[in-house]
């Protein structure tokens, strides 16, 4: 890991890096606005290409609303700021550096988006995607880790969550929130902002009482398959954001 910080401000300010902090910053607004926010709690971070040693990160103390490109902050696999004029959380990194370690995930948004926090409170802990459409794109992407330890204050209980995970793209945290991981941050926003769709549609069809109609597992992989293997509406869809929120 080289610690120059001629360095790191030379790879903060390179324009592949300001593109992505420019997603990043994109993929918070658009959160707030959808309103996944908590806020100022919770981090988006993604990894720089070809170097697992540093991550963007949301700064410490600004609602998502505000963030902008220069707002974002490069940080290393310690959460030790390297580069940005915000400061960090310090344990912002425990449980995001884990994930992008172990897990492998380029993009790790975590949130406490109200109905998919509301599933981590039940006793199955999680969506169930054999019921909407919107749920079946999950199929076989979900895991769950009930184990609520309280905050995440330590490597140790990132490391934890990242195992957990067992290389799936979504984590729901019992008693806690959940994450959602990808290889690009469009990707990794739609599948955020589509949860919490599938979620929102689950705990509204159990509050009317009414017995729930899952369809076949089978056909719930089938259209998982279908959405992962065209992508395109998800690229259109960040792009839309783009143009709302500039």
Known sequence: MNHDPRYADTLFHAEPVAALRADLALALRAAAFHGLGEGVCNHFSVALPGDPDHFLLNPRGLMWNEVQAEDIVLVDAHGNKLAGRHEVEPTAMFIHAAIHRIAGK????????PYA???TLTADRALDTTLSQNAMRFHGRLAIDADYNGL??????????ARAMQGADVVFLGNHGVVVCGERIDYAYDDLFFLERACTAQVLAQSTGRALMPVDPGLSARVAAQVQGERLQSE?????LRRQLP
């Open 106 to 113: 380029a993009c790790v948004l975590h949130t406490h988006m």
């Open 117 to 119: 926090t509301a599933l």
């Open 152 to 161: 995440a204050l330590d490597v140790g209980e990132g490391e934890r969550i």
């Open 236 to 240: 259109q869809f960040f792009e839309a």
